[in-house]
């Protein structure tokens, strides 16, 4: 296997601390910091944590593809964490610690897909090539 850089390694941690804190925060946040005052705060905790879970084992593999794609999932982080602070003055600074984290997770994911997709030569094509090419190819039968 290919050695990784140093900034490779950097994004790398930075994404595994970002996902595996924003999956505890929301535990601790609907077990025990927060609990809803009507829903059982384990089902809560459960239905908070199971989307994080889904990437997980690529992102602890290292996989830059799944670092990728583990953003559309935070982005469910992120409408939550913006919809609290805006409708919520109480749990403003849960809400607030939440896209911290959701923040350097997004980052450090696409700056590690990024890096580590170029050290394994998984570079994309530019638009522009592959048009050109697909041209070409039509044009050609």
Not at 45 to 65: E, F, M, R, T
Request: glycine share 6%; net charge positive.
């Amino acid at each position: 296997m290919q050695e990784m850089q140093s900034a490779t390694k950097l994004y790398r941690l930075m994404a595994l601390f970002g996902n595996l804190a924003l999956l505890a925060w929301v535990m601790l946040w609907q077990l025990s910091l927060s609990p809803h005052p009507h829903i059982s705060s384990t089902t809560l905790a459960i239905a908070w944590a199971v989307p994080l879970l889904l990437p997980l084992p690529g992102i602890l593999a290292g996989k830059p593809y799944t670092h990728a794609w583990a953003n559309f999932v935070l982005m469910l982080y992120f409408l939550h964490g913006f919809t609290m602070l805006y409708i919520d003055d109480g749990e403003r600074w849960l809400a607030g610690v939440e896209l911290v984290l959701t923040t350097l997770a997004f980052f450090g994911n696409i700056l590690y897909a990024r890096a580590r997709g170029k050290e394994l030569g998984m570079k994309l094509k530019r638009l522009s090539k592959v048009e050109k090419e697909e041209k070409a190819r039509f044009e050609s039968k």
